[in-house]
């Protein structure tokens, strides 16, 4: 069975450095996101991308935050200066995007620590 | 922007009980989806159900769009069920899901 894949599981970072977060959406999905859980609290949304552009974006999705599809198969969430307030579990998703099928599949999340 | 709300947010049962969790929301919907969280992080599809019902083993849930709650039914429960349940809905003319604060079931063997 198709499924969203995310590289690395975990990052351990330095406060400051960039960070390049990695996923693999399912092959004929056409809508990806990124969300991020901070322990203990609930997903929240973080940016959407259809058609390569931004689709969406919250306002966690600051001017620290960028989406790209450098690829015709992965999608990256870079982190330029990372602050301890990233520290997060981040999950990618993927939809089809169809009429009759709207499901999200999400990927098993990288977990980002920052010292 | 919507709200989500789940219930109860703290459940313990003994193994072989039945549970109800619930998912009440605050506008139309276009999506409604049911996630297990495991230890482990994971977000794991439970069931994409944005009205009716649908079963899959021991869990089954039922939306109903209209009066704009949804229940989860986790019947026999075992220790693996374990974990975080979170409801998330997307609300119409949106294609973002927003998430409800969880429930976290306990079972105990």
């Known amino acids: 069975e198709p499924e969203v894949t995310q590289t690395p599981s975990h990052q351990v970072t330095q406060m400051g450095q960039e960070v390049i977060l990695r996923c693999v959406p399912i092959?004929?999905?056409?809508?990806f996101y990124w969300y991020r859980q901070i322990l203990g609290q609930k997903v929240e949304f973080l940016v959407s991308?259809?058609?390569?552009?931004?689709?969406?974006k919250s306002e966690i999705f600051d001017d620290q935050f960028s989406v790209e599809r450098p690829d015709g198969s992965n999608f990256t969430l870079k982190i330029r200066s990372t602050k301890l307030e990233d520290s997060a579990m981040y999950f990618c998703?993927?939809?089809?995007?169809?009429?009759?099928?709207?499901?999200?599949?999400f990927g098993p999340g990288t977990r980002l620590t920052v010292l | 922007g919507i709200q989500v709300e789940q219930s109860p947010p703290d459940l313990i049962l003994q193994e072989g009980a039945n549970s109800t969790l619930r998912c009440n929301f605050s506008?139309?919907?276009?999506?409604l989806q049911w996630f297990h969280q495991n230890p482990w992080g994971q977000l794991i599809n439970l069931f994409y159900?944005?009205?009716g019902t649908k079963q899959n083993g021991r869990l089954s849930a039922t939306t109903v769009a209209t009066e704009r709650y949804s229940l989860l039914y986790i019947s026999s429960s075992q220790t693996t069920d374990s974990g975080v349940y979170f409801c998330?809905?997307?609300?119409?003319?949106?294609?973002?899901?927003?998430f409800g604060s969880g429930t976290r079931l306990q079972v105990q063997p």
């Open positions: 998703a993927s939809r089809l995007t169809s009429a009759f099928i709207n499901e999200q599949f």
């Open positions: 092959s004929n999905h056409l809508y």
């Open positions: 991308f259809y058609n390569n552009e931004i689709s969406e």
């Open positions: 506008d139309s919907v276009n999506n």
């Open positions: 159900i944005p009205s």
């Open positions: 998330a809905v997307e609300a119409a003319g949106r294609r973002a899901l927003t």
